[in-house]
Every structure is written in structure tokens, then in C-alpha cells.
């Protein structure tokens, strides 16, 4: 059932545990289902992203993350607001796309994609443009591995009195965030991440007060998150269209196994140390990362190509004959390559990944 590892953030590796929960059918208007493991979930999550569970509420929705990206800017913007997006890379950028295609106001702050998003640049932009009424940007760049600082930049934004929206796709459930404390109002990731769960839905966790206004507002019938979360709250987890049922309930059992883990701090301490391996075995082979320390998340690590003439597919197809599937570079001012550091994988993973490496 595991051909290799598969050292990619998203699809990730799984355990057998949460792949065997997908050997039942369920049905999608039985309680087993709606009350069973919907709400469960929904409560869970709500549980797991911040400290005041009664100010907030989770929607489940259909597709891959980016549809939760999209449904969320979709159905949250009206057309009289003005969102910035701080963009460091490819899916800052994305959020940028969507609020074109939804032909929202909005203005693309981009970094370099080698650097953390700059808080005092937003604090400055928002000084000098009071119309900004939403602010969006993406936790762990998933493009490179930063890991903008978020306390600081919502520390920002709160301050303005503007409301935050998080793509914190790669990094929910592997690097704690409070969504309380720290003010978030939107905060988006999928089942393919740090939950350990297979792809086929993301999530949305919502300010209640904020989501309670916005029914109306979507431009999108499937994507309209206020309309999916009505009949969710209407019907104890009810999904308005088909729902990845077999999906959904592998992610219930990848629940289970975060909490028999020791929850987001165990996964977190987890994800570091694979981190920490991967790259000391990596820099005494003379391999160079692409970020400074400062900047890198324990998600997903980009080195530099070591050499000149190095041909990343057969150093790509010779690792996957020994059992490790690894990612291409994503940006295009460096020539590099990634290696995720999350999933059902363990240090003793990085060591033999590390090995391998070094008899080729
Ligand atoms: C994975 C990811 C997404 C969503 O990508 P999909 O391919 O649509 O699942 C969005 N943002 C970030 C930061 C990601 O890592």
C-alpha cells in the first residue's frame, strides 16, 4: 500500500489507519453520517484553531484547498470593499487571481518570495489607505517554506480594525495558531495537510458574528460558504451538494490520530525535529538551503541545486526507486528543489532519506 514516501506537502503520506477508514460507505442523510462524524469534525476543528470555541464556527466544503481560498474571498467581499493581499509567493499570488476573476477591489502586495511578508510595509499601506476593509496573506508559504509571521502582521491589521483573512493551507495542524488571540477572522486549510488526512475537502474556520453577515454576498452558488454553513448548522452537518463521505471519515480517524499524537504541539515538536534532520544531513553532504533559519517552517524545505550541471529528474527518479517521491523548485530566481517535512514521516525517515542521498 506504500510504494515510497511520499515527501511532498499535500497529498502527503497517510497512515494505514486513516486509508483502511475509507473502506465503508456512508449515507449522506443518515445520522451516522451528519451527527456521527460531520459534527464532529466541524467541532474539532473549531477546537483545535482557537482558545474561544463559542466565537467560532468551521464549514466543510467540497474540492481542494484552493476552492476554499476562492470560496472564502468569494463569499466574504462585497463590492464596495477593498482587500490587500500580501503576496510572497505562488499562492499569495493565487488570492490575487481570484480577486480578479471576482473582480474585486483589490491591491497585490508582493515581497520577494525568499523573504518573510513585511508587517511594517502592511502597517504603512494601511496608514496611507483607509478603504482597505479586508486583509489576506498565507501563513507557510507552501512556494518556498516561509513562515511569515503572523502574529505580527495580525497584531497589524487588528489594529487598523480590519478583518483578516488566513490561508494557513500547510501549516494548520502542524504549527499552533490562535485564531483568538491573535484576532484572525478566516482561516482556511484542506485535508491533505497537517491533519494527515487524504485530499477530496478543505475547510474554512469563521468568526460566527463575521460569517452570519454574509449571507447573500457569494457570487458563486457551490461556493458560497454563508449558504453552506447554514444548511451545515440547519442540519447537523448536512452538505448541501454529494460530500466526499469515504474522504470525510478518513479525516475523522486523522483527528483521532493528531489528538493520540499529543495534539498540534506533539505534531509540531514532530515536523521540527524532521526538519532539523533533514537539513544537518543535508548541509554535511554540502547541499545549501534557500531561506535563512529565521524565515523557514518546519513544513516544506527548498535546497539549492549543489552543483551546475545536477539534473533534478534523475536525481528525482533515482530517489523514487529507493522509496522517497520529493517535489521541484516553485520559484523562478533560484534553481531548487523541496523536500516536505510533513505527513506519517519521522526523523529515522530523514536519516535513511539522508543516506540515500549520500550513496548516490
Ligand atoms: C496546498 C496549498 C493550497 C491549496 O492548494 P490545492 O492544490 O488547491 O489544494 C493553498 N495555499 C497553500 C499555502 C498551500 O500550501
Known amino acids: 500500500m506504500r510504494p515510497y514516501l511520499l515527501l511532498t506537502p499535500g497529498p502527503l503520506t497517510t497512515t494505514e489507519t486513516v486509508k483502511s477508514a475509507m473502506m465503508s460507505d456512508w449515507c449522506t442523510w443518515d445520522k451516522d453520517y451528519n451527527e456521527g462524524i460531520v459534527e464532529v469534525i466541524r467541532r474539532e476543528l473549531v477546537g483545535l484553531a482557537t482558545s474561544r470555541p463559542e466565537e467560532y464556527t468551521a464549514v466543510l466544503m467540497q474540492g481542494s484547498g484552493t476552492f476554499c481560498v476562492e470560496a472564502t474571498l468569494g463569499s466574504v467581499l462585497r463590492p464596495d470593499d477593498h482587500l490587500l493581499v500580501a503576496a ?11 480577486a480578479e476573476y471576482y473582480k474585486l477591489n483589490c491591491h497585490v502586495m508582493r515581497f520577494e518570495e525568499t523573504e518573510a511578508v513585511d508587517p511594517k510595509t502592511i502597517d504603512e499601506y494601511l496608514t496611507a489607505h483607509p478603504e482597505v476593509t479586508h486583509v489576506s496573506v498565507v501563513h507557510c508559504e507552501t512556494t518556498t517554506g516561509v513562515l511569515n509571521p503572523l502574529a505580527e502582521i495580525a497584531a497589524v491589521v487588528k489594529r487598523h480594525g480590519k478583518v483578516l483573512i488566513v490561508d494557513a493551507m500547510s501549516s494548520f495542524g502542524g504549527v499552533p495558531v490562535d485564531m483568538a488571540a491573535l484576532g484572525i477572522d478566516f482561516m482556511i486549510s484542506s485535508a491533505n495537510k497537517c491533519i494527515q488526512g487524504v485530499p477530496g475537502f478543505g475547510f474554512i474556520i469563521a468568526r460566527r458574528s463575521l460569517l452570519e453577515q454574509c449571507k447573500g454576498v457569494a457570487r458563486s452558488l457551490s461556493l458560497d460558504i454563508y449558504d453552506q454553513w447554514e444548511t451545515m448548522e440547519k442540519g447537523h452537518g448536512k452538505w448541501r451538494f454529494t460530500s466526499p463521505t469515504h474522504v470525510v471519515r478518513a479525516f475523522m480517524q486523522a483527528l483521532t490520530e493528531l489528538k493520540e499524537e499529543g495534539g498540534i504541539a506533539a505534531r509540531y515538536a514532530r515536523y521540527r ?28 524545505t527548498s535546497f539549492y541545486y549543489p552543483t551546475a550541471d545536477f539534473d ?12 522517497f517521491v520529493i517535489y521541484p523548485g516553485k520559484i523562478s530566481q533560484a534553481d531548487t528543489f523541496r523536500i516536505g517535512n510533513i505527513g506519517d514521516v519521522h526523523p529515522d525517515d530523514f536519516r535513511r532519506l539522508v543516506d540515500t542521498i549520500r550513496e548516490m
Open 273 to 300: 525535529e524532521n526538519h532539523r534532520t533533514l537539513v544537518e544531513g543535508m548541509r554535511s553532504l554540502g547541499y545549501r538551503t534557500l531561506l535563512p533559519d529565521e524565515w523557514q517552517s518546519p513544513v516544506i
Open 88 to 98: 510572497n509567493g505562488a499562492y499569495g499570488k493565487r488570492m490575487g487571481t481570484i
Open 312 to 323: 533534478f529528474n534523475t536525481f528525482y527518479q533515482k530517489l523514487k526507486a529507493k522509496g
